[in-house]
Each structure stands twice: as C-alpha cells, then as structure tokens.
C-alpha cells in the first residue's frame, strides 16, 4: 500500500487533480524510486512524480513545463546510461503504467509506457501469441521499441520497433495524437527506432504473432577453444536461417573459471528444416548442451539472474564488418584480463527481417551489419568504479573501435549521449530533426537532433 502523498497546495501551479504520488527528497520512499537498473547511476532529482493514469501525466508535463523545469520520463528504468532520471531534475514517473491488453483477434498488443518485457510476455503468452522484446524480462517496452529493439525472434519478425502499429502520443504542447500509417505517419515512422525525443507515448500497439514453445539453449565451451567458438560462430550467422538467432557470449562461470557459449532461439515448428542446430550442438568440444523445446516467455526469463538489477553496470557497443582471425584474438586477449567476472562480451546476431526494412519504413539505422558487439560491464562496488571504466574504454579503443563508430542506441553508456547521432545515416538524421521541430518545436523533450 503506497504512503499518503505529500500535499503540493504551496504551490499554485500544481493542480489539485494529479492522482499520484508527489515525491520529494529525505523520504524512504524518494530513496527507493529514485534508483534504476543500474546501480552505478546515483542521480538525486529534485522531485518524483509517480504517475498512475495518463490525466496524471498530463497534468505532470503542464507542471514542469508551465515552470520551465528540467525533467525526464522514467518508464521500465532500465536504461543503463542513466537517460530515466536527472541530477536536480523532475523526473515523471511512469512505471505503475504497465497494464497490458491482447487483442487475439487482430494478433496485436497494446501497453501503457512502463510496462515491461516481461509483462508483455506472460499477457502475449496466454493467446499464445509473441512479438520481438528483448532478453532481460524488467526492461522496459518503451525503451526499447523507441531505440530499436534487438530480441530472439528480430530474425524471423523484425526489431521491436518495426513491429510497431500506432502510438498514442502526448505533445508537447499538451495535445495527445496518434501516430500510425493513416495518421502523423511522419512521427510513427520517427517513433520506430528514433530514440525518442518527439512526445511522450501513452501507449504502444505491437504486432503479435502465434508462437508457443520455441527450441533454445545454450551450447558451452572451455575458453581454451575461443577461437575456435567465435570462428564457428561467424560462420554460423551466415546460414542460420530467419527462425534461428544466435548470440555468442564470453563469460566467467559460478566457479571462476573463463567459458564462451553459442546461444540460440528457434522460432520455427521444425528443427530439421534449419541444419546449423545440428551444427552447433555437435561443435566438438563442448563442456554442455541444454537445448531444448520451452514457452518463449520462459525462456525470455533465463538471463535475468545473470543481469540482475542493482548491479553496476558501463556498457560500450560497435556494429563489427569484420570478423577475421586479428578480430578474434584481439577479443580473447581483451576477456583475459577482464577486471570483474560478473562482465561479459557478447555478439548479437543480426539478420532476416531486421535487415529488410529500410528508411522509408522506420529510422532505425545501420540494418546492413550481421553483428553487434557489447562490452557489457558489471560489478558490485564503488570501489570498483575506476578500474572498469577504464579497463572498458581501454579494451574498447585496443579493440580498433572508435567513438565516432556507429552504435545502437539502447547499448550506449552513461557517458556516450553525444554519441546518438552516429546511430543514424545522415539522410535519416535530417529527417529526425525535421520531424522533431515539427512536432516538439521547443524542443521540449530533448536537445536537438544533430545534423552534423
């Protein structure tokens, strides 16, 4: 049961109308929302508005804007560069927004913006239905559909974002449109990868598709034979077919010791129409296998231990065109000497109908690349803080990545928000822009979009 909320009748600008929880600093309550999934980002807002329905949000954007305030939205906090909250801001809080509606009949899912993968998932699960989400079940919807969208089913159905119908969006001005392909289909097509920045959606309708149980696993082995993984992987990529998508991870066990495994999820009906299973599973030399047919929600749910919230987290990202044997053993030196055995790297496998989309469709850029690397940092201390951000911006650099190299939003760190305009062709970047002063022309909602 939530605490009475503290009156706001000092201040006149406030309306007497908002339904929620008004937050201030020195409370149990303020010290508990204000965190996120990443427990290295330590922001204090000057403020919480925990919104409960979208007259609260409402009345939340007249405030801050009526009084000209710094703010951000928090929706699932699950950004790990910290982009849900601000140092002395407002933050507006949606993440008791979260219900989930199926509408079995047209196959689609619709959701308010602090619902999470998670949430969507179980919801989708019940008709037997599914869309691309992620792999973490507590990041949230918003997040991702707005900065892309990578997830186990992308191969065979697209990015999150290029399976977004409408939105409901709130403007800057007050206003609440919707952005589908027979209304502001200019702003849907920004909303779909754009990373945000162009309203505030109260709500997302995702296309579903009929899916019940899908093969997946995991293949395991000695980091002795890396090479030999990362090689087969690559080649693996190229023949997997559309219902079949990989990632490759490095990673350090419960014991210490150093692994790297070949992940996988097939969303077809027949393991035998796709060969590359069979040729994964019998790489000689693995330490186990444990694929096996599961719900798709379920096992949307298997990493969530490993990522948990709370932990300390830096993440640096690159798209890789070249996979060749320097490549290789340049990352298996790079993991040698990884400070915490709670970081890993890991390979995303980028392929089928995420590569068939194209800028008139939505703006997610860079569809051409069949990988995308993460150094995915984690650690419990501060104490830790020094040695990890630079062991990441060291490993990154001696890698022969660069920041001026293109990204993917939702990968970025705490300390890469200048880096947004590399996720994006110029062409793409211009029509963002434009997009953004058509329908936030003050630029409510974030900084204007480069051009350069």
């Known amino acids: 049961m939530f605490p009475t909320r503290r009156s706001y009748n000092t201040n006149p600008n406030f309306s007497e109308n908002f339904r929620g929880e008004i937050v201030e600093p020195g409370t149990t309550r303020y010290e508990e929302l204000r965190l996120l999934f990443n427990g290295q980002i330590d922001a204090k807002p000057s403020l919480i508005l925990l919104c409960r329905g979208v007259s609260d949000v409402c009345e939340a954007l007249d405030y801050v804007r009526t009084n000209d305030l710094e703010f951000v939205i928090r929706g699932g906090g699950h950004s790990v560069a910290g982009r849900s909250t601000i140092e002395g801001g407002v933050v507006v809080d949606l993440r008791e927004m979260r219900s989930v509606r199926v509408n079995p009949a047209k196959s689609q899912v619709s959701c308010e913006p602090g619902a999470t993968i998670g949430d969507l998932d179980r919801e989708c699960s019940l008709f037997s239905l599914a869309t691309t989400g992620g792999i973490i079940s507590c990041t949230g919807v918003a997040g991702l559909v707005l900065g892309g969208g990578l997830g186990w089913l992308m191969g065979r159905y697209g990015l999150a974002c290029d399976n977004l119908v409408s939105a409901t969006v709130l403007l800057a001005d007050g206003t609440i449109v919707e952005a589908s392909e027979s209304h502001n289909r200019d702003l849907l097509w920004a909303l779909r990868g754009g990373g945000g920045g162009f309203g505030l959606v109260l709500e997302f309708t995702l296309q579903a598709y009929s899916l019940g149980k899908v093969y997946c696993g995991s293949t395991i082995f000695d980091f002795s034979d890396a090479s030999r993984v990362m090689t087969a992987y690559a080649e693996f990529v190229e023949t997997a077919s559309d219902d079949l998508t990989l990632d490759c991870v490095l990673f350090t066990d419960a014991d210490g010791s150093k692994r790297i495994a070949i992940d996988g999820c097939f969303s077809g009906e027949n393991t035998s129409s796709d060969q590359t299973i069979d040729r ?156 953004q002063r058509k329908y936030d022309k003050k630029f409510l909602f974030s900084r204007p979009i480069s051009n350069d």
């Not at 996979?323 to 993991?335: L, M």
């Not at 990884?338 to 860079?366: C, N, Q, R, W, Y």
């Not at 150094?375 to 104490?383: E, G, K, M, T, V």
């Open 280 to 435: 994964i599973t019998n790489l000689p030399g693995s330490i186990s296998n444990d694929w096996n047919w599961q719900d798709y929600w379920k096992f949307q749910r298997s990493n969530d231990d490993d990522l948990r919230e709370g932990r300390r987290s830096y993440w640096k990202s690159a798209y890789v065109r070249h996979f060749n044997r320097d490549f290789v053993d340049r990352v298996i030196a790079a993991f040698e000497s990884v400070p915490s055995v709670h970081t890993i790297f890991t390979f995303d496998h980028l392929h089928g109908k995420v590569m068939e989309f194209d800028a008139s469709t939505s703006s997610f850029g860079h569809r051409d690349c069949k990988n995308l690397f993460l150094i995915n940092a984690n650690w419990n201390s501060d104490l830790e803080d020094a040695d990890n951000f630079r062991w990441v911006r060291n490993t990154y650099t001696d890698l022969g990545f660069h920041d001026t190299d293109s990204s993917y939003i939702n990968y970025l760190g705490s300390d890469e928000s200048g880096r947004d305009g590399v996720a994006f062709d110029p062409g793409v970047r211009k029509r963002l822009s434009e997009v």
